[in-house]
């Protein structure tokens, strides 16, 4: 299944361990707020991503299933 | 004329405009107020109840009739989409929070003719099977009229089939968004919120629910009485039907006005050469007032423009004011209106007004020389990176003057200005009386 991440900026307080995870897909702004790459999550990252979400001090990263 | 409509919060007089061939609708004949229901009755008689849950939508969908709190939704899709998910326990909520400073049509409609939006409110709660509604209503405006005792009146009379609780709004710019609307009414602060779910799904108390805009629900009210072939008899046929316009003149005078859609802006406002005007409110955007009289009150004009009608508000600037400058103030009331809840938005718009202040030469320091490579980076930083549209609305509203004012920009890049006058003219409130005043 394809999916994207996405995160809920509410809860996002800039911790940026999902770049640190992820840099194939999130960037840091210069404020530390993760940027989205703007595509679904290839399959050969799909690990990675997983562990993002799931290691998201503020529990704001998700994956979403692609619309 | 009519009576000025008196209020505290306001710089200027508002006065209804007079009327136009067939109009106004909502607003009372010549701006006079019925606000007491003998007259109301008198003229528009009892509330046409349809006798069930959705009976009235295909009529609000033949009429075309969209939302006129700024985000122009088909009335029809949000009271189909309640009513199915609804099964009888949904939230009803008239929205009259009107954020915007520049915007009083809310307030206007809510002084001269609040039985039409409580008819509205009532046949909306009826079509979505609501089993609760309510009024939110925007503080201040609450407290100078007298929708308590309408309230009372009307369900004594029996002429009201549902209680209406009314929630008073804080008189914040974002108090009105729908997520915000909804952790209010339910009890917690006005707040946006991160969706989805969306509100028709999940909304007051986790109950499906429907929010609209009180013009909507006037709107609404008159399109069950006299049905959709007479509501399309104003507007054009993709947008269909009358709008509440704020119109602020360059002479600084303010009135609420009934226009048909595809009235032209020209016959609206005073467009003198060389300004601009401001269409939309403070998230819509500028235009050469040269180009702007061209153009008429429709969204599929503006469209193409970067702009739309919201909940219609319109300003023509004076010539001898700095368009930048009047920017870089509402950008800075933009920026203290942040719910502060988001990373890109909280740090984002006040760097954005900042640097915006300094190139308009209010912030008593000389321009970076990057400072539109900043604010085009921070732009593109802060767009589509919130939980509710407030930094997208802002930044549309600050690109436009950048385009537009850009002659200006040039100026003021070599320390010069060609405004006469730095008299503010859109109103800019200098903030909340308290920073946690969102209930």
Known sequence: ?67 | MSPALPGPTMASPVTPAPDTAGLPRLLPPAGKPADDLATHLGRHGPVPYRGGVGRLIPDVRAAGLTGRGGAAFPTYRKLEAVAAAGQGRAVVVGNAAEGEPASHKDEALLRLAPHLVLDGLQLAAEAAGAARAALYVRRDVYAATRLDRHLTQRLASGLDRIAVEVVPAPPRFLAGEESALVSRVGGGAALPQFTPPRVFERGVDGRPTLVQNVETLAHLALIARYGPDWFRAAGTPEEPGTMLCTLRQADGSVTVAEAAIGTPLASLLDLGPGTAVLVGGYHGAWIPAAHASGLWLTNTMLRPLGAFLGAGVLAALPADRCGLAETARVARYLALESAGQCGPCLNGLPRIAAALADLAGLGGRRPDPRVLADLSRWAGLVEGRGACHHPDGTVRFIRSALRVFAPEVRQHQQGRCSARSSVPFLPAPAGPSTDADWS
């Not at chain 1, 770049?19 to 989205?36: Q, S």
């Not at chain 1, 290839?42 to 619309?67: M, S």
């Open chain 1, 1 to 67: 299944m394809m999916a994207r991440l996405r995160v809920n900026p509410i809860a996002c307080s800039g911790h940026g361990l999902c770049a640190e995870l992820l840099p194939e897909l999130i960037t840091l702004d210069e404020w530390g707020y993760p940027v989205i790459a703007d595509q679904p999550v290839p399959a050969r990252l799909g690990k990675q991503a997983r562990r993002a979400v799931t290691d998201c001090p503020a529990l704001a990263l998700r994956l979403a299933a692609t619309r």
